[in-house]
């Protein structure tokens, strides 16, 4: 089955990072895979654009179907391979509404990370458009959505929708994940950094560990003050 997957990737990519988690949660090992460099901007090659015209990592290809979007890739590989691995939506009403809700949140939670990276290295924003106040302000966006998700998993079980492990920690560890990457407090954040140290020592995550982090495995101090 896997031998039938084709999946083009870009390390650190949190997008990608979620299929591949779910492919290694889904025991679907030995697909076809390439790494793409998105710094030297490879993600805009015709090998990618044929396949996704977007230019945009992942992209992902199971037999004649393509689903390049990080979720609907996560939700396709749980519909066809429900009987295999992991089960990753839950059962109960309960635990399935707070799966879905934290999932779709986790949408916003890696818009309000990603405006800080981008204007703090200067990706993507020229230089004329650059404003301090308007740093300020997406990083106390950032404060308030992370005061979110700290009150979130107070609430729970070790994991985002409950006691299992479902499709919303596919999908929201690796922003958590880049979090601490780039220099996020434990000490000032306990929850996440509790959840971000017990599912960085899952095997999916292990497997799928951003390879250039373990070759240059030193935190960056990019959110040491958030």
């Given at each position: 089955?896997?031998?039938?997957?084709?999946?083009?990737?870009?390390?650190?990519?949190?997008?990608?990072?979620?299929?591949?988690?779910?492919?290694?949660?889904?025991?679907?090992?030995?697909?076809?895979q390439k790494l793409f460099s998105l710094e030297k901007l490879?993600?805009?090659?015709?090998?990618?654009?044929?396949?996704?015209?977007?230019?945009?990592?992942?992209?992902?290809?199971?037999?004649d179907n393509v689903i390049n979007e990080s979720y609907a890739?996560?939700?396709?590989?749980?519909?066809?391979?429900?009987?295999?691995?992991?089960?990753?939506?839950?059962?109960?009403?309960?635990?399935?509404?707070?799966?879905?809700?934290?999932?779709?949140?986790?949408?916003?939670?890696?818009?309000?990370?990603?405006?800080?990276?981008?204007?703090?290295?200067?990706?993507?924003?020229?230089?004329?458009?650059?404003?301090?106040?308007?740093?300020?302000?997406?990083?106390?966006?950032?404060?308030?959505?992370?005061?979110?998700?700290?009150?979130?998993?107070?609430?729970?079980?070790?994991?985002?929708?409950?006691?299992?492990?479902?499709?919303?920690?596919?999908?929201?560890?690796?922003?958590?994940?880049?979090?601490?990457?780039?220099?996020?407090?434990?000490?000032?954040?306990?929850?996440?950094?509790?959840?971000?140290?017990?599912?960085?020592?899952?095997?999916?995550?292990?497997?799928?560990?951003?390879?250039?982090?373990?070759?240059?495995?030193?935190?960056?101090?990019?959110?040491?003050?958030?």
């Amino acid at each position: 089955m896997a031998k039938d997957m084709t999946l083009l990737w870009g390390s650190g990519s949190p997008p990608c990072w979620r299929v591949l988690i779910a492919l290694e949660e889904k025991s679907l090992q030995g697909y076809n895979q390439k790494l793409f460099s998105l710094e030297k901007l490879e993600h805009k090659f015709k090998e990618v654009l044929d396949i996704n015209p977007r230019g945009q990592l992942p992209t992902f290809k199971h037999g004649d179907n393509v689903i390049n979007e990080s979720y609907a890739a996560c939700f396709y590989l749980e519909s066809q391979f429900k009987s295999q691995g992991t089960k990753l939506i839950p059962d109960g009403p309960a635990e399935q509404a707070l799966m879905y809700q934290r999932m779709f949140e986790g949408l916003t939670f890696y818009e309000k990370l990603n405006v800080v990276i981008y204007y703090t290295f200067n990706w993507f924003v020229p230089e004329g458009e650059r404003h301090e106040s308007a740093l300020k302000r997406n990083k106390e966006a950032l404060v308030s959505e992370l005061k979110l998700w700290e009150s979130y998993l107070q609430k729970v079980c070790s994991y985002l929708a409950g006691p299992s492990f479902t499709l919303a920690d596919v999908v929201i560890f690796p922003t958590v994940g880049t979090l601490f990457r780039f220099g996020l407090s434990p000490e000032r954040y306990p929850k996440l950094g509790e959840y971000y140290n017990l599912l960085k020592e899952r095997p999916s995550v292990k497997a799928s560990w951003p390879p250039h982090w373990l070759e240059n495995p030193k935190r960056l101090d990019t959110l040491k003050d958030i």
